[in-house]
């Protein structure tokens, strides 16, 4: 009867080589499971600081273009100056008027030239500048916020 | 032998577990370790490095909108000495595109001081030139061997804003000027110093590349617009140069102001100098008050000021201007004899006739009937011994010396009356005379037109000062000067429009007394009489061709008159009366 049971316990028991396979495979499992979260993380904070160094770069751009906008109207204030016009119009023949050669006429419906209104319209107000968490923020920081939550908005966020 | 090589493996793996787990432990150990904290704080220092972020500098413009001041990009060049390959490659690139000697160069980055990694070879450089150098650089980079420094390497470039004035000495008196260390002086760039340099932001930036900050939007300085009108500022500056040449004089000062608003519209002074080489100021001037006479220098101003007396005693009703006065050619004030410019009487005269002769006599005896309490009162009230509030540097508050003062003597009363004995800026008695050529309304004179912030432009309003005289009273005077320039044909007077003025003559206080020879010879008119447009001071001083204001700023004045009549449109009065007709 013992030997009966034995035989039977020996035909259902697990081959070793499959029990090897399966602890295998189990690891092979966690393994491959860290790898994804591993190679998302990477994936995420490779893409967050690819954003960042453009942000950085077209931050940069923005003061470079500032600067090259105030040269260039530096420029032309120099090409256009007092002096540099009174030249160019007497190198042209042209001479100063003077008050016994100006006529003035009536002319209806003329409106004086004013002083400059340097703004033609309100300009559009820049926003406060903000980089979306999204952009910024790695995985682990992502976690780190999430677990600092407060509770209530925690659930709020994970009810919607 | 089977199972020894499994003791063997679980052996190496026990010990290997004690270190991972040992490693595990330590950290563990670290963290929650007293130290713990000073690690953290030292950590953070490394992780963030704190930038500032300084706004660019308000530019300014005049009131069409031409650039006056404006900033533009220059270069810093320097060697970077641990990294610099080729020390006479770099002497010699940059001697030749930036003009410097060579050898000096090399001698410098060959004996750099002690401990010194980064050598400034020059500073302020044009960007054609220190771009010129930096394509030098790229080629020879281009030309070195694969991962070899190329001759050129160690050189460096760090571009950074410097103020520069495309107009050069333009209204120099009234831009003033920026220090390599950004700061105002003088004029509007030390008056609105503030407002023009913006506030610097510092901020947190992450060293982490994986940490993106934000780069905070620093707004730029307030732009400003200003009241001058260029054009009007250069024709007057080139008027006040051409008048010194002619009359020989020392110096000199014109201001044209509208005197409906207070609005400056030119103002020249001199001597003048190159804004963009501000670091001639101390060859140029021996003291801070010469930068602009025309606020900042004080000056007895003769005859001119014998208009607020008169204006006091018509307001006042001491006088009318049928008035009439026997002038014996001297009165005693105060124990002192006045007499007349010429020394000489001249008989019976009415109001018009003592301003029209301007004749001290007259003016002393005018302001002997109205008493000093009352004389100074008004003469208080046109803001005399007080600031105009002008917004420039550096003004002046002039001097009136009033009853009650240690230096007062009842003498002051007669002198005071022409212009004598009193120290006052051109741009005060501009402030003064507003009043009469503005129907009794005072109005501060002011250089700002508006100011441009966030993309918003804020004009500035016209501010009055009281009304030291009735409209009544403002009109009538406004009348008996035009006429009295009219009546003695002065050279003041414009063709085609009726012109308020009058000149002055004033003896200069020495520390002996009265310079007996030479004066200051001023004008002050305005027009045309019916809307007045423009008022114009002119001040000359010690001119040689001629001792008199009639003869030297009157002139003057009239020339500037039709040089603002032209700039600024303004039509004959015949013309403008037909305007007004349709």
Same mark, same amino acid.
């Given at each position: ?8 316990q020996?035909?259902y ?5 499959r ?8 690891? *092979? *499992?966690?393994?491959l499971?860290?790898s ?8 995420v ?7 960042g ?7 940069a ?6 600067? !090259? ?6 420029r ?15 190198? *042209?023949?042209?001479?100063?008027v003077?008050s ?5 006429? =009536?002319v209806?419906?003329y409106?004086a ?28 920081? #992502?976690?780190d916020?999430?677990?600092h ?7 709020l966020g994970?009810?919607? | 032998?089977?199972e020894q090589?499994?003791?063997?493996s679980?052996?190496?793996a ?7 787990v040992?490693v595990i432990?330590?950290?563990?150990r670290i963290q929650?370790?007293?130290?713990a904290?000073?690690f953290?704080q030292?950590?953070?220092?490394y ?9 660019e ?8 909108g031409?650039l006056?001041?404006g900033?533009e990009?220059v270069?810093?060049?320097g ?8 020390k006479h490659? =770099?002497?010699?690139?940059?001697g ?7 050898n000096?160069?090399?001698r410098l980055m060959a %004996? ?9 070879l020059?500073?302020?450089v ?23 420094? !190329?001759?050129l390497? /160690?050189?460096?470039f760090?571009?950074?804003p ?5 107009e050069g000495s333009?209204?120099? %008196? ?12 003088f ?13 610097p ?10 940490k ?21 500022q250069?024709a007057?500056?080139?008027i006040?140069?051409?008048s ?11 201001v ?11 103002m020249a ?6 804004l963009?080489q501000? #670091? ?6 021996r003291?801070?008050?010469e930068? %602009? ?5 004080p000056?007895e ?7 607020l007396?008169?204006?006091?005693a ?5 006088v009318?201007p049928?008035?009439t006065? *026997?002038?014996?050619?001297?009165i005693l004030i105060?124990?002192i ?13 009415d ?6 002769n301007?004749?001290n ?5 005018i !302001? !002997?009937?109205m008493?000093?309490?009352n ?15 002008i ?10 010396k ?10 002051d009363?007669g ?23 503005n129907?009794?309304r ?8 508006a100011m441009?912030r ?5 004009n ?5 000062? /009281?009304?030291?005289i009735?409209e ?14 009219q %009546? ?5 007077a ?7 003025g ?6 200069i ?6 310079d007996?020879?030479?004066t ?5 008119? #305005?027009g045309?009489l ?8 002119? #001040? ?22 039709q ?16 305007i007004?007709q349709h």
């Open positions: 009867m013992m030997r009966t049971i034995d035989v039977i020996y035909a028991k697990q081959a070793p080589w029990v090897q396979r399966q602890w295998i495979g189990s690891f *092979l *499992l966690i393994v499971g860290l994804m979260i591993a190679a998302l993380y990477l994936d904070t490779a893409r967050a600081a690819l954003a160094r453009d942000i950085q770069r077209l931050g751009d923005i003061i470079q273009t500032q600067e !090259s906008d105030a040269d260039l109207e530096t032309i204030a120099i090409l256009t100056s007092y002096s540099a016009m009174a030249s160019r119009a007497l190198a *042209l023949n042209y001479q100063s003077q016994n050669q100006v006529q003035f006429i =009536v209806p419906g409106i030239p004013q002083p400059d209104n340097l703004i033609s319209a309100p300009a559009l107000q820049p926003s406060t500048p903000t980089i979306q968490p999204e952009y910024a923020q790695s995985l682990l920081d #992502w976690f916020q999430r677990l939550m407060p509770l209530s908005i925690s659930m994970a009810s919607q | 032998m089977r090589y499994a003791w063997r679980l052996v190496l026990g010990i290997l577990a004690f270190v991972g040992s432990l330590q950290i563990i929650t370790s007293p130290e904290a000073t953290r030292q950590a953070a220092q992780a963030e490095t704190v930038q500032t972020f300084y706004p500098r308000g530019e300014i413009y005049d009131r069409n031409h006056l001041a900033n990009t270069f810093e060049i060697v970077d000495l641990k990294n610099v390959k080729d490659a =770099v002497a010699l690139a940059v030749m595109e930036l003009g410097l000697n060579p000096e160069l090399y %004996n750099p001081p002690a401990s010194l990694a980064y050598l400034i020059a500073n302020y044009d960007s054609d030139k220190a771009l010129a150098l930096q394509q030098l650089k790229i080629d020879a980079d281009e030309k070195a061997p694969l991962g070899q420094p !190329s001759d390497s /160690g050189l460096e760090t571009p950074h410097q103020r520069t004035y495309p333009l209204a120099s %008196n009234v831009i003033g000027f920026v220090s390599r260390e950004g700061r105002g002086y004029g509007i760039e030390e008056k609105y110093n503030d407002l023009l340099a913006g506030t932001i510092q901020v947190q930036v992450p060293v982490d590349p994986n993106a900050a934000d780069i905070p939007q620093v707004p730029n300085g307030t732009t400003l617009i200003l009241t001058l009108d260029r054009d009007l250069a007057t500056e080139q006040l140069d051409d010194l040449t002619k009359y020989g004089a020392q110096g000199g000062t014109i044209i102001m509208d005197p409906r608003n207070g609005e400056i519209l030119a002074s001199t001597p003048r100098m190159d963009n501000f #670091w001639n100021y101390p060859t140029i001037y003291n801070a008050s930068f %602009n006479l025309a606020v900042s220098m000056y101003p003769g005859s001119v000021m014998k208009i007396t008169m204006a006091a018509l307001d006042n009703n001491t009318t049928t008035t006065f *026997l002038d014996t050619g001297s105060g124990g004899t006045i007499k007349n410019w010429n020394d000489q009487a001249w008989g019976l005269q109001m018009l006739g003592c301003i029209q301007s004749l006599v007259c003016m002393s005896w !302001s !002997s009937q008493g000093a309490q004389f100074y009162g008004y003469m208080n009230r046109f803001g005399l011994g007080h600031l105009t509030g917004d420039l540097a550096d003004e002046a508050a002039g001097r009136l009033v009853p009650g003062d240690t230096d007062w003597s009842p003498s009363l002198t005071n009356s022409f212009g004598q004995g009193v120290a006052a800026t051109p741009i005060q008695i501009m402030m003064a005379a507003s009043a009469i050529a129907n009794g005072m109005v501060m004179p002011h250089v700002l037109y441009v966030d993309g918003r432009q804020f500035v309003p016209a501010q009055y000062a /009281g009304s030291p009735s009544r009273t403002a009109q009538t005077l406004d009348q008996m000067l035009a006429t009295s320039i %009546n003695e044909a002065s050279l003041a414009v063709p085609g429009y009726r012109i308020a009058k000149t002055g003559t004033a003896q206080p020495t520390e002996g007394g009265y007996p020879t030479n200051n010879a001023s004008f002050i008119g #305005w045309p019916d809307d007045p447009r423009f008022m114009i001071y002119v #001040w000359l001083e010690e001119p040689s061709a001629s001792i008199w204001g009639s003869e030297t700023a009157a002139p003057v004045f009239a020339q500037v008159a040089e603002t009549i032209l700039m600024l449109n303004i039509p004959p009065d015949t013309i403008r009366q037909q007004a």
